[in-house]
């Protein structure tokens, strides 16, 4: 420990004089618990005594209690930056027991400001810099990052630490060569570091299609049995084999504080949307425990204006994901439209995920205001949201902006509510209200927003310009019929698999065509003829094909005659570009809206009859295509024509319903009702 032995307190204090002195003689005797009560009773007679509150967390530090031992020793520096010079004091150890105890409580705000006030008093230290590097990284603040790096000491370029972070810049940016090289040296450094091993896998997972990203997974798992990153990344690769049930059990894995963190919760919740064997209570006590706790709706201090004009609605989400392209954009731009923009002012808030790559906003887009937000950080996201002043803010895309969660909870707009590619909501006090459609929703109470049906549908739908004339039905020219599945490969899981299996034995010559991205990789395929056999698939009547750009997907389909779909997560997208091409689909009615695209696309294309109740009632619905090819082709020669007709495929009949709703939300909130209380729109 320091030496005590410092000035006496100035201005002269006889009374604290002699309590200076008594407890420097105690801590020169050993007995600290002694010195800390008397230096205590120093700095309550003189808060300003350095030196008093440098031994106070001396005393503590030395005890165990890191964080509080730093407060007391950051309050000394503060009074007296030359304290920072002191031989012998143990300052950047007690700034990274501090920090590590900070990370290890989850006290994501305590571990930036420690790492800024370690490299502020520590500059030369390259765990200082480190500890820096990550808290920047967790901001999502890129720039910042790269301009601590570029300041590393020499002796840096051989830190694990900061050659991960070097690693995870790189990653963020989408720079993969430079991501893996940086993390290979901070393994050569540092070889049981757990975290750089998570982020090798993570690397390969994205970067090349998860060829070893496995080994990197299990090395990070055996050096750290706990490593969160490296158990989501496992699950992950589960769930792109199709085996939704391993992957759940693995996300469940991780203890609940984390996994219901913004961070995770959209992937924890994804993956247990997928899996066959989740039951609606574990969801359920998921969605109840979702972190922050913060920013429920509350009445209004004031009163309100019920119909403002305009109403200020401001979208956020992740807007170059292709979903957000093809099922919202146009409807928005139809905001802009000459009989509503005195209405209704829309604005649109791009941002991006923290680990990823940043993107621009997709070019284009007419009429209405695009602000890109300039780091991923929560606060950056709120303040953009602010300076707009929204009546109603729509969160488009939560399962990739864990950001968004922390900013909604700061409540930046009056009703707040969620419409995008979901699985049926969040649990987050923050969201009002779910946008959604009554063919969507099986059960209100299995939602932890208040469901808001839309008339026209829960998407908007933009038809491929360039798609070719569906053709008639393929069976008219091969004698035979032939099924489609058009899912990604996370969707496709056993019991499926098992399914189909039971409908081609029953429809013999009848052939099925399997397409996924994910099949490009030779192991891929290998794993589901594997998988398929297993299932009593017979694989000389399956063909598999991997990804294909927009005009190969168009082509492919119109090799099929009848799509199969997936559950529990049904095809969105995928069946409304099957629907325009004239190919019905096959699906299964589940609990929940990610189990119900299909279902509402189905219902409002006039097919409730493709729809079924029961996986039996699915196998007997497909057989029965083989016997009814004249319903087929009258199908396909007209499919298409039906679904142009529809509002969902209208830009401003869509855009106009979501006006609606919205005025309808403000109105509630107006009267002190919480949004989508007021009976519109409710199931």
């Known amino acids: 420990m320091v030496e005590p032995n410092a000035p006496a307190p100035t201005p002269v204090d006889s009374a604290a004089r002699a309590l200076f002195s008594r407890a420097v003689t105690a801590l020169q005797a050993g007995r600290h618990d002694e010195a800390e009560a008397v230096f205590a009773r120093v700095v309550e007679r003189l808060p300003a005594h350095a030196n008093s509150w440098r031994n106070l967390g001396l005393i503590r530090h030395a005890r165990g209690e890191t964080r509080d031992g730093w407060r007391c020793l950051r309050r000394a520096l503060l009074l007296d930056p030359a304290i920072a010079e002191t031989p012998g004091l143990p300052l950047s150890r007690v700034c990274a027991d501090a920090h590590r105890t900070a990370q290890h409580a989850g006290l994501t705000a305590n571990v930036d400001a420690i790492a800024r006030d370690w490299l502020r008093w520590c500059p030369n230290d390259s765990a200082a810099l480190g500890a820096a590097v990550m808290a920047a990284l967790a901001a999502g603040a890129l720039d910042q990052t790269a301009a601590l790096l570029a300041n590393r000491p020499t002796e840096g370029d051989r830190d694990p630490t900061l050659n991960h972070g070097r690693a995870l810049l790189a990653l963020a940016r989408g720079q993969a060569t430079t991501a893996r090289r940086a993390a290979r040296a901070?393994?050569?450094?540092?070889?049981?570091?757990?975290?750089?091993?998570?982020?090798?896998?993570?690397?390969?997972?994205?970067?090349?299609?998860?060829?070893?990203?496995?080994?990197?997974?299990?090395?990070?798992?055996?050096?750290?049995?706990?490593?969160?990153?490296?158990?989501?990344?496992?699950?992950?690769?589960?769930?792109?084999?199709?085996?939704?049930?391993?992957?759940?059990?693995?996300?469940?894995?991780?203890?609940?504080?984390?996994?219901?963190?913004?961070?995770?919760?959209?992937?924890?919740?994804?993956?247990?949307?997928?899996?066959?064997?989740?039951?609606?209570?574990?969801?359920?006590?998921?969605?109840?425990?979702?972190?922050?706790?913060?920013?429920?709706?509350?009445?209004a201090a004031t009163p309100q204006d019920p119909a403002p004009a305009p109403l200020r609605v401001v979208y956020v989400g992740d807007l170059g994901r292709p979903q957000v392209a093809a099922l919202a954009l146009p409807a928005i731009e139809a905001h802009a439209r000459p009989n509503a923009s005195a209405r209704i002012a829309a604005h649109l808030v791009h941002a991006t995920p923290a680990?990823?790559?940043?993107?621009?906003?997709?070019?284009?887009?007419?009429?209405?205001?695009?602000?890109?937000?300039?780091?991923?950080?929560?606060?950056?996201?709120?303040?953009?949201?602010?300076?707009?002043?929204?009546?109603?803010?729509?969160?488009?895309?939560?399962?990739?902006?864990?950001?968004?969660?922390?900013?909604?909870?700061?409540?930046?707009?009056?009703?707040?509510?969620?419409?995008g590619d979901v699985f049926g909501g969040l649990g987050l006090p923050a969201l009002d209200a779910l946008l959604t459609d009554a063919a969507h929703v099986a059960d209100p109470t299995l939602l932890p927003e208040r469901p808001v049906c839309l008339p026209h549908g829960a998407y908007f739908f933009q038809p491929p310009p360039d798609a070719p004339d569906p053709g008639p039905p393929p069976m008219r020219t091969r004698g035979h019929l032939t099924f489609g599945s058009f899912n990604r490969m996370d969707k496709i899981n056993d019991p499926l698999l098992a399914r189909w299996g039971r409908v081609l034995a029953a429809c013999p010559g009848a052939r099925l065509v399997v397409q996924a991205r994910a099949l490009d990789r030779a192991a891929v395929r290998a794993a589901l003829r594997a998988r398929m056999t297993r299932a009593g698939l017979d694989i000389d009547r399956v063909?598999?094909?991997?990804?294909?750009?927009?005009?190969?997907?168009?082509?492919?389909?119109?090799?099929?005659?009848?799509?199969?779909?997936?559950?529990?997560?049904?095809?969105?997208?995928?069946?409304?570009?099957?629907?325009?091409?004239?190919?019905?689909?096959?699906?299964?009615?589940?609990?929940?809206?990610?189990?119900?695209?299909?279902?509402?696309?189905?219902?409002?294309?006039?097919?409730?009859?493709?729809?079924?109740?029961?996986?039996?009632?699915?196998?007997?619905?497909?057989?029965?295509?083989?016997?009814?090819?004249?319903?087929?082709?009258?199908?396909?020669?007209?499919?298409?024509?039906?679904?142009?007709?529809?509002?969902?495929?209208?830009?401003?009949?869509?855009?106009?319903?979501?006006?609606?709703?919205?005025?309808?939300?403000?109105?509630?909130?107006?009267?002190?009702?919480?949004?989508?209380?007021?009976?519109?729109?409710?199931?």
């Open 186 to 299: 901070a393994l050569c450094a540092a070889p049981g570091y757990a975290a750089a091993w998570t982020t090798l896998g993570t690397v390969a997972t994205r970067h090349q299609d998860g060829e070893d990203a496995e080994p990197a997974f299990r090395r990070a798992l055996h050096l750290d049995p706990a490593n969160t990153g490296a158990v989501m990344g496992l699950a992950a690769l589960r769930l792109s084999e199709g085996d939704a049930d391993a992957a759940a059990a693995l996300v469940l894995r991780v203890p609940p504080t984390l996994r219901r963190s913004p961070a995770l919760i959209g992937d924890v919740l994804s993956i247990l949307h997928h899996a066959p064997g989740i039951t609606t209570d574990r969801i359920a006590a998921e969605h109840a425990g979702v972190e922050p706790r913060a920013g429920a709706w509350t009445p």
């Open 355 to 419: 680990d990823h790559a940043p993107t621009p906003p997709p070019s284009g887009i007419v009429g209405v205001p695009v602000h890109t937000v300039p780091t991923a950080s929560p606060q950056a996201l709120l303040e953009t949201i602010r300076t707009l002043s929204p009546h109603v803010l729509v969160l488009l895309t939560p399962t990739t902006l864990p950001q968004a969660l922390e900013a909604l909870a700061e409540r930046p707009a009056p009703v707040q509510v969620l419409w």
């Open 543 to 683: 063909s598999l094909e991997g990804g294909r750009d927009r005009a190969g997907m168009m082509a492919l389909y119109a090799t099929v005659d009848v799509a199969l779909d997936s559950d529990p997560w049904s095809g969105g997208l995928t069946v409304l570009e099957l629907l325009w091409m004239g190919v019905p689909t096959i699906t299964l009615a589940g609990r929940y809206p990610n189990g119900r695209h299909a279902v509402s696309h189905l219902t409002r294309a006039g097919l409730a009859d493709w729809i079924a109740t029961t996986p039996e009632d699915y196998v007997t619905r497909a057989i029965m295509m083989d016997r009814q090819r004249d319903a087929l082709t009258d199908i396909r020669a007209h499919l298409r024509d039906r679904l142009r007709g529809l509002p969902l495929c209208d830009p401003a009949a869509y855009a106009a319903q979501l006006e609606d709703a919205f005025r309808a939300l403000w109105a509630d909130h107006a009267a002190g009702r919480p949004p989508g209380s007021g009976g519109a729109g409710q199931t």
